[in-house]
């Protein structure tokens, strides 16, 4: 399985930026899905997931209102479109399917987002 994400760069804050993450060797359309990222220094932490349907979508408080998950099943994809950007933002932001313990995933590359004030 792989996750190939994209689409980070740096931007002021109160910008827009939209992440993909395309993902092969896995049936995605049967996947829950999920965005994490990992601020510097920091642990690793889940910011939104999506179930198989799009009817059943967490955020995490830190980024709920201005974020949002979606999926196209046809194109094995992934993405989160950022807005309102905030400093504390800044993190590599990485795409995954749950998984239960000791049989995850490995994570892809991710793809870094800096924010600048």
């Known amino acids: 399985v792989r996750f190939v994400e994209s689409g980070g760069g740096l931007v002021y804050s109160g910008g827009s930026l939209r992440l993909s993450c395309v993902v092969s060797?896995?049936?995605?359309?049967?996947?829950?899905m999920d965005w994490w990222r990992q601020p510097p220094g920091q642990e690793r932490d889940l910011i939104a997931r999506t179930s198989q349907e799009e009817d059943r979508i967490y955020y995490d408080s830190s980024v709920k209102g201005r974020f949002t998950i979606s999926r196209d099943d046809s194109k094995n994809t992934l993405y989160l479109q950022m807005t309102a950007l905030k400093t504390n933002d800044t993190a590599v932001y990485y795409c995954?399917?749950?998984?239960?313990?000791?049989?995850?995933?490995?994570w892809g590359q991710g793809t870094r987002v800096t924010v600048f004030s």
């Open positions: 060797g896995l049936d995605f359309r049967r996947y829950t």
């Open positions: 995954s399917s749950p998984r239960p313990a000791g049989q995850e995933f490995r």
